[in-house]
T-cell receptor, first 117, second 115 residues
Framework: AQKITQTQPGMFVQEKEAVTLDCTYD???????LFWYKQPSSGEMIFLIY??????QNATEGRYSLNFQKARKSANLVISASQLGDSAMYFC??????????????FGKGTLLTVNP | DTGVSQNPRHKITKRGQNVTFRCDPI?????LYWYRQTLGQGPEFLTY????????KSRLLSDRFSAERPKGSFSTLEIQRTEQGDSAMYLC?????????????FGPGTRLTVL
């Protein structure tokens, strides 16, 4: 089974509008972390936001917020007030186990976001 | 704070040749990771170092692949007898162990094309 599922291969949004990128995950480990990365056409992966499995509140970082629904095993990324520079691939990733003892990330296939002027 | 750097950025080689890539992590980071990303996919874990020790290798890392991290600083990834299926983006990342969530910082990648 896929550990990380991103069901939207591509999404379009108008500049200044909000957009939600979907991510569902599968793990039996009670301790895990969820990450979102942005990958522009230049190729570099840019860290956006993190949510730990024990975090009580949804993570926020500037225009990015994570809609974490633990029972549904979903961790959707919400980008508010989209900008043209937000056009990129977005990857959801999971680390199973505690951060100090575990390490590797498992990525989804990504969602290509296009922001239209 | 200089980021993770990778060299070369692009490599074109003929099938059967050996290639070597280099990754320089963020200076104080003791963990270093290699991932491979093929077209239309997310990155896949290849191997991981804590300081100079290679602690895990994915089954994706065949015998033709070898990675080193001498002295726990930069790392090299060598592919021997390249095959067309090795064509991919090779990403390096580093992190600082025992940070609260062990965020990984990625380099720009080395794009390998095997003809």
């Amino acid at each position: 089974a896929q550990k990380i599922t991103q069901t939207q291969p591509g999404m379009f949004v108008q500049e200044k509008e909000a957009v939600t990128l979907d991510c569902t995950y599968d793990t039996s480990d009670p301790s895990y972390g969820l990450f979102w990365y942005k990958q522009p056409s230049s190729g570099e992966m840019i860290f956006l936001i993190y949510q730990g499995s024990y975090d009580q509140q949804n993570a926020t970082e500037g225009r990015y917020s994570l809609n974490f629904q633990k029972a549904r095993k979903s961790a959707n990324l919400v980008i508010s007030a989209s900008q043209l520079g937000d056009s990129a691939m977005y990857f959801c990733a999971m680390r199973e186990g505690r951060g100090g003892s575990n390490y590797k990330l498992t990525f989804g296939k990504g969602t290509l976001l296009t922001v239209n002027p | 704070d200089t980021g993770v750097s990778q060299n070369p950025r692009h490599k074109i080689t003929k099938r059967g040749q050996n290639v070597t890539f280099r990754c320089d992590p963020i200076s104080e980071h003791n963990r270093l990771y290699w991932y491979r990303q093929t077209l239309g996919q997310g990155p896949e874990f290849l191997t991981y170092f804590q300081n100079e020790a290679q602690l895990e290798k994915s089954r994706l890392l065949s015998d033709r692949f070898s990675a080193e991290r001498p002295k726990g600083s930069f790392s090299t990834l060598e592919i021997q007898r390249t095959e067309q299926g090795d064509s991919a983006m090779y990403l390096c990342a580093s992190s600082l162990a025992y940070r609260s969530y062990n965020e990984q910082f990625f380099g720009p990648g080395t794009r390998l094309t095997v003809l």
